[in-house]
């Protein structure tokens, strides 16, 4: 998927995660049940060891996209400032084939399986280029933080 300037949508809209936790850059797709995202990795970041995204960035990164399905139901608008928290209340399955390195962009995608109310399950995969870097099956809760 080529990245434009006029197909990104802004993930701070849809996470409560900033630097150096945030592991996504851009929403590049978002439906009810779909999201696509990418994420740079960089040298600073936490998850960075030997020139290499470890295992557990990669889960951090799938966790995240996968969290934006259910997180754009808080969403009111870029005006509206909403502070919403997830957690992982369960992974069932992740396989890892491969880690990406330093300057290499991942594209994930994710896809609802089922919902109940704030608790969502979700299939995800990460890729470098055609590679499959990890696919995962992850159980997320989020709600929104009042006042």
């Known amino acids: 998927m080529e990245l434009k300037e006029d197909n990104l949508i802004n993930i701070h809209h849809f996470l409560p995660h900033r630097a150096p936790m945030l592991m996504a850059d851009y929403i590049l797709k978002l439906t009810p049940d779909k999201v696509v995202t990418s994420f740079d990795i960089k040298s600073d970041n936490i998850f960075v060891h030997n020139n290499h995204f470890v295992e557990a960035g990669l889960i951090e990164h799938s966790a995240q996209t996968s969290s934006s399905i259910l997180g754009q139901s808080f969403f ?27 300057g290499d ?22 890729f470098l280029g055609e590679k499959l870097l990890i696919r995962t099956e992850i159980s997320l809760f989020i709600q929104e933080l009042k006042s």
């Open 105 to 126: 962009t991942i594209i994930s995608k994710a896809t609802l399986i089922s919902q109940y109310e704030n608790i969502c399950q979700i299939f995800c995969e990460t």
């Open 76 to 102: 009111k608008g870029p005006d509206v400032e909403t502070k919403v928290i997830g957690f992982i209340t369960n992974i069932k399955k992740i396989e890892i084939f491969d880690l990406p390195e330093v």
